[in-house]
């Protein structure tokens, strides 16, 4: 029965977590109720949620239109906790949909749009629609065991046809969206010049550039593209044929069988392969810097002798690094966090970085850095993005619950106008929604061709472009000797580059589309209430589940689990039942987050285990009843890069025993009295890492926790002190190369526990012992210690200590599918390692090299279903030290999930 208690407490850090990276749950909420919605909001932007309202309900008639309409109402939590704009959206347990209501601010993906409520929403519909959509066995399946993980067959699909889908949907239903825009034309005409154009085995999340943009590109590209050779209800007829086939995976066999003479092989290369845009005019080159993974957006400093770009490879922690102009040597750098934008005013680089303000919310705040100087924070909360100089001013934009404003006035526009950037002229007199160049000239960036360029408004009143780069330019910075630092896309990854630019008059001038009109939402129906957990809290699933425990009983159950819509309570829970000898047991969890911080934890079980007949009693089947309880508190505090965690837990233990038949156990078992234990523990932990996507480990950074427990038996004199901590240290290394940093890794842990009920500790095995963040192991369960190529458990005692030094070095990016199959690797490496340590009672002299071993590792990260990541060791450890159990030093291969530490 403990798989099932660790499946229920594995699951409920999985729920608590989907719901704590979205919005802050405590504090007050409001329902506005509509024909199909939910929507869940804070009283501060009501207008925000009347406004959903409309759109929610416009996207629903117009997917409806095409789309079989999902079960239920769709809860849509509308959140204002990120100064980053995205969504998020499950069917699983109810439909739901979490919207960012920060518009988007320097993604270009993003940011062609005519209303971002809109484009979001019907992007995240989308998914309901498509994911909730089940026919067949599949149906058949949900009318027995409910809305349960694992039976919408849609969710097997890989992410181009996800993502693709309702990026298909979001530019066919508004005026903007992902295929109209040059960015995803972008993405693939580079991989198109480079020979890397992705298959639709290959077009999935990948840790290879362009990872996250690569499904969103690829895949709605390909229905748009099918669309236009099969016509529209191509797209609709192909949702509902995934939706109900034996086979989820299967995605070619149902494009040939909706649109008849026509395959997924061919009509994807007609769809993804965008031609290069330019005829070669374009001026000759230098690449500054490449292989980047974030827009490395130039600023030349107003006197252009400097400039500023932000620098991801992917391999650690980004950084704004300073160049000078006329050589473009590295002169200053400083290590930034994410969502950042910058420019100068005089001497002084203003920058706008996002940072956690508490445990929920996460702000875009300014700061000051003259560059090889002072570094120093100008706010905090302030929501203040794209910063922009000019005479010694500064102007930025101030973000709001679908709102961008800049600081500076400006005329007055349509309501709800949202502003992505502004530009101040050089004398700070007039602001621009463009940027302007040193000499008072209007440079601005624009796609009429299909590509976005670069482009001057001439003296007479008509646009001239500045380059022609092939796969497009963005972000101009220009110099005073008339060149300019500009950023273009590559197969892998932003390039920054310098260049002249094009010769005046040698090109005709370019006409621009006139904007599309745009129609508001029409009005709904609305009804306000309070916010109610219940009706997206209760359960909505069951699983069968069966635990043998031999004659003390076969046990027959279900097993449950749920959160609510915002995130305040998650959940899960099984009762078994043994109808000979009738027996019952059960395993329950509860997460509360209501209060924000802290988070309040309640857990608890009652398990049945089969004992060995007492002595002299051969017939006698011995059981023992074991039941738990804690409850627990959790306070936490965030940065960027590191996390502080302190965790508060009380606990009650009970141990009884049963006889088959009912017999008196004083005389057969002494020690089989009923036993109760209450105690108590504290956990701290610290933490202050550095990861990059790239990285195979944690690459610079340290991690502490120490954890002290008290138990006590309050019909006895018994009791017992257990003091535990980790050690876990992490520093970049010197290696051959490769796609990321080689990690040197060390780990130190040690636990000792003192009095009658002392605790045992293991040592040896190959991974420790699970325990879940938010519940406490058994107040008797025993502590594991592994060492590589060693029995679980070889040694034993009251006090341990244990050593591993790991070297991680990365092997190869591959990103690729396996075959046609739903299974591929994303990248790997190999960790070559040592370990040792020691386990003995108190009073004796620990011997710290007692076990050690050393041994190879290759590691990796692969997909399974197309996109679920998993990472899995395969090793080999080679015992260095005779065991006391005698075991032969041979070596040990064995298979593993997750990293060691």
Known sequence: MASWRRATLLLLPLLAGRAEAQVDPSGPWRTLHTAHFRIHFRPAYRDVALLEAREAERSYALLAGELHPPRGVVDLTLGDDVDAANGFTTVFPTSRITIFATPPAGDHGLLFFDSWLRLVTTHELTHVFHLDRTRGIWNALQHVFGRAPGLFPNEYQPSWAIEGLATYYESRFTNGGRVRSSFHTQVLAADRAAGASRSPWDALLFTRWADGIVPYAYGSRFLHSLAGVAGDSVVPRLVEATSGQLIPFRVGRQVARVAPGHTLATEWIRGTRPAPGSDGRQPPVQIIDSLLRTEPVPRASPDGRRVAYVRDDGKGASELRVREAATFRVVARHRVNGGVDYDWVGDT???????????????????RWVPGKSWRRSTRGARLVAPAGG?????????????????????????GAVWDDVALSPDGRWVAGSRKTSRGELWFVADPTGFPQVYRWSDRGRAEPLTAEPLGARAPAPLPDGTLVYVTLGAHGWELRHAAPLAGGATAPVAFPEPLPFASAPAVSVRETGYSSWPSLRPHFWIPVYADAGPTGQFYG?????????????????????????RAAGDFALVATG??????????????????????????????????????????????RSVASVRLAAELERTSYAAIPDTAL??????????????????LTLSRLVLGALSVSPEQGVSWSVTYRRRDEPSATRWSNELRSRLAWYVRAPGLGGFGHSVLAVRVAAGGSSGPLGTLFRVGGVAPQGVSVYFAPSLSATRAYPIRGYPSGELAGERAAVGTIEYRAPLALVGRALGHLPLGVDKLWVNAFADAGDAWAPGAAPRLTRLRSTGLELAGDVALSYDFQLAVRLGVAQPLATAPSGAARRPQFYAALGSDF
């Open 349 to 367: 680089l203003v920058v706008a970085q996002l940072d956690y303000v508490t445990r929920w919310r996460i702000r875009s705040d300014l700061y």
């Open 391 to 415: 005479g010694g001013r500064l102007a930025a934009v101030a973000l709001g619950p679908a709102a961008a404003t800049p600081t500076r006035p400006v005329p007055p526009g349509p309501p």
């Open 558 to 582: 279900a097993f449950t689990a749920g959160t609510d819509a915002v995130g305040r309570f998650a959940y899960g829970a099984d009762a078994y039942v043994s109808g000979r000898p009738f």
């Open 595 to 640: 209060l924000g911080n802290p988070t309040l934890d309640l857990s608890g079980w009652a398990s049945w285990a089969d004992l060995l007949p007492p002595a002299g009693a051969p017939a006698v089947t011995l059981s023992e009843l074991d039941e738990y309880a804690a409850l627990g508190a959790s306070l936490v505090g965030r940065r960027w």
């Open 666 to 683: 004083t005389p057969l078992c002494p020690a089989c009295a009923t036993r109760n234990l209450v105690g108590g523990s504290v956990t």
